[in-house]
């Protein structure tokens, strides 16, 4: 190794050190020690002393199998994302693909407008559409009278709190993910289009084997993403519904939150965050072995 | 014409159910106490009513929930540039030992939720005496792995022989990062900064858990924390969320094709 080379590892060890040592003491520590917490019985008496936290071993994680509370969350958590995961994907591909068509003009107003809700305070807009939600005074169930619809409790009924929710989160999300399918639509070769244009298929026909195949990628991708991001539910049922009514809101870092910081029950709490992490490992593993079995198919 | 007519009329349909809960927001937010809650709803207010700001700004004091808001986006928005910045330049630019392996590490773990974390950085926070202060939130923010990601893939395409002629001509290795490299990645840094200002500003769960004063909040757990009261007031709530929305739609809308682009850059090879 001569000196230049030498100098430049250096460098490159001066580059990378502040970056790197507070990504490993502030984010690899602390999941490390979550894992630990987690088979322990942190609670308020070793908040003031940490060395009053015993070793439980399984002890949390098998409460947590036994805990109705934990399930229920589980099941709001997983409902959740199974609708609002897909529905909006749903939506990002259609508003994508009416903005890429040729026919409209103001595209770039459009995709401006749409995009809106998704740079927005969630916070601010979970507050917002508690508002407009309100059975008595809210703005939708005045529309929905418009159409001779009856007034609707949306966030009293627990069979309709969650999807309020669902309805509220497609509408701040979809507008990501449009920009990322509009991405991929401009990314498909035009001659393609041509092609089919010639043999006469339809538009139908050219989104079922053009379009969609040609998206499968970025589909993936915004799967995966928008499921991560999914499963950590937590401002909308905190300020519009506290995870009520009768625990129908309920989500699983709501729970998280809950225990660990609420009632300071911090062993159970990390347990929950562990079993959170992986379920979205696992589910991500299962999307990208979906993607390669349908892939082997064609 | 016809498909031309129909394809208008859901556009506009779609951007109306996006833009209405805002206008109503703004609407709302100068209406005095009591006219948001008559059925049927007034779309517009009676008059321009300064109340619920001047309500949330005096006896509510939202002015140090907005300086808290601002002034910790902006300096974690700094500090991350440059600490990210710098990372990602090494992982584009240098060869170092396992230089791939710590990169790929890295990025798998972006798989990890931010919950995990949360517990033990607040027994650490407490630990030193951090939790209620700016630092509880700013070291947390320091770096974030997305980040350098960007860097990476941006700096990757910056030819090598301009780092290169630079050392012929005997710049430093620092000189190089900050007088070469950080000029020509403006596009991105420009990015990453919204992105993180952005995130910051935006931030509930973290600075929920870290800030334990109603001088310390941010505005997102201000707001949270005025709507356990004010469940009644939505003509106040509006005012408040119009304070805490406005100032990120304000940024996005002036520097929104750096955002754009960072979306897409992060969907290549994510």
Redo the contacts between chains.
């Keep these: 190794m001569n000196f230049?080379q030498k100098?430049?590892?250096?460098?490159?060890?001066?580059?990378?050190a502040?970056?790197?040592s507070?990504?490993f003491v502030?984010?690899?520590?602390?999941?490390i020690?979550?894992f630990f917490?987690s088979f322990t019985d942190f609670d308020i008496y070793s908040?003031s002393n940490?060395s009053n936290a015993r070793f439980v071993g399984l002890k949390n994680y098998i409460s947590l199998i036994e805990d109705p509370l934990f399930w229920q969350a589980l099941k709001n958590t997983f409902f959740y994302v199974i609708i609002a995961g897909p529905l909006s994907i749903i939506v990002s591909l259609l508003?994508a693909l009416?903005?890429n068509?040729k026919?409209?003009r103001f595209k770039s107003i459009?995709r401006?407008?749409?995009?809106?809700?998704v740079?927005?305070?969630?916070?601010?807009?979970s507050?917002?559409?508690?508002?407009?939600y309100?059975p008595?005074?809210?703005?939708l169930n005045?529309l929905l009278d418009l159409f001779g619809i009856n007034s609707i409790d949306w966030l009293g009924d627990p069979n309709l709190a969650l999807p309020a929710i669902i309805l509220m989160s497609v509408?701040k999300n979809f507008?990501?993910n449009m920009?990322?399918f509009i991405?991929g639509l401009q990314n498909i070769p035009e001659y393609l289009y041509e092609a089919a244009e010639l043999e006469g298929a339809s538009y139908w026909q050219q989104l079922k084997s053009i379009t969609i195949p040609m998206l499968a990628p970025?589909t993936l991708?915004?799967s995966i993403?928008t499921m991560?991001g999914f499963?950590?539910l937590?401002?909308e049922p905190?300020?519009m519904t506290q995870g009520g009514p009768i625990n129908s809101t309920l989500s699983v870092?709501l729970y998280?939150?809950n225990e660990?910081?609420r009632w300071w029950n911090?062993g159970y709490?990390?347990a929950i965050?562990?079993v959170?992490?992986i379920i979205?490992?696992v589910a991500?593993l299962i999307q990208f072995k979906v993607q390669k079995v349908n892939e082997a198919i064609e | 014409m016809i498909?031309?007519i129909i394809?208008?009329i859901?556009?506009i349909i779609?951007?109306l159910?996006?833009?209405?809960?805002?206008i109503?927001?703004i609407s709302?937010s100068f209406m005095t106490d009591g006219e948001?809650?008559?059925?049927?709803?007034n779309?517009l207010p009676s008059s321009f009513f300064w109340g619920q700001y001047k309500l949330l700004f005096t006896r509510l004091n939202v002015a140090s929930n907005f300086f808290n808001s601002l002034f910790l986006s902006l300096i974690v928005t700094i500090i991350s540039i440059?600490?990210?910045s710098?990372?990602g330049?090494?992982?584009a630019k240098?060869?170092?030992k396992n230089r791939d392996k710590?990169f790929n590490l890295?990025l798998s773990?972006m798989?990890?939720?931010?919950?995990?974390?949360?517990?033990?950085?607040?027994?650490?926070l407490?630990?030193l005496g951090l939790i209620n202060t700016y630092m509880a939130i700013i070291?947390?923010g320091?770096?974030?792995?997305f980040g350098?990601f960007l860097i990476r893939q941006y700096v990757v395409s910056i030819p090598d022989s301009l780092i290169e002629a630079a050392?012929i001509d005997g710049a430093t290795?620092?000189q190089i990062?900050y007088k070469i490299i950080m000029p020509l990645a403006k596009p991105i840094l420009v990015t990453l900064g919204l992105f993180t200002f952005?995130g910051v500003?935006?931030d509930?769960?973290w600075p929920?858990?870290a800030l334990t004063d109603n001088s310390m909040y941010t505005?997102?757990?201000a707001?949270?924390n005025l709507?356990g009261e004010h469940t009644k007031d939505?003509e106040l709530?509006?005012a408040?969320?119009v304070i805490?929305?406005i100032p990120?739609?304000v940024v996005?809308?002036v520097l929104?094709r750096y955002?754009?682009k960072g979306?897409?850059m992060g969907?290549i090879k994510?």
């Excluded at chain 2, 320091?142 to 792995?145: F, Q, S």
């Design positions: 230049s100098n430049k590892l250096t460098a490159a060890y001066f580059f990378l502040p970056a790197l507070a990504i502030f984010f690899f520590i602390p999941v020690a979550a917490i908040l940490y508003a009416l903005l068509s026919l409209v459009f401006l407008t749409y995009f809106l809700p740079v927005t305070t969630l916070i601010a807009v507050i917002i559409w508690r508002f407009i309100h008595k005074f809210g703005i005045y509408w507008g990501y920009i990322i991405a970025t991708f915004i993403i991560i499963f950590q937590f401002a905190y300020v870092v998280m939150y660990g910081f911090m709490s990390a965050a562990f959170l992490f979205i490992f991500t | 498909k031309k394809l208008y859901i556009l779609t951007a159910v996006t833009v209405t809960p805002f109503w927001m709302a948001a809650s008559v059925y049927p709803p779309f440059f600490l990210n710098m990372a330049y090494a992982f240098f060869k170092f710590i890295l773990s798989i990890i939720p931010a919950q995990v974390t949360m517990l033990p950085l607040f027994l650490m407490k630990n070291i947390p320091l770096a974030n792995i350098i050392r290795e620092f990062y952005m500003w935006n509930f769960l929920l858990i505005l997102p757990v707001l949270a709507m939505p709530m509006m408040g969320s805490t929305i990120v739609i996005f809308l929104q955002y754009i979306i897409m969907s994510g």
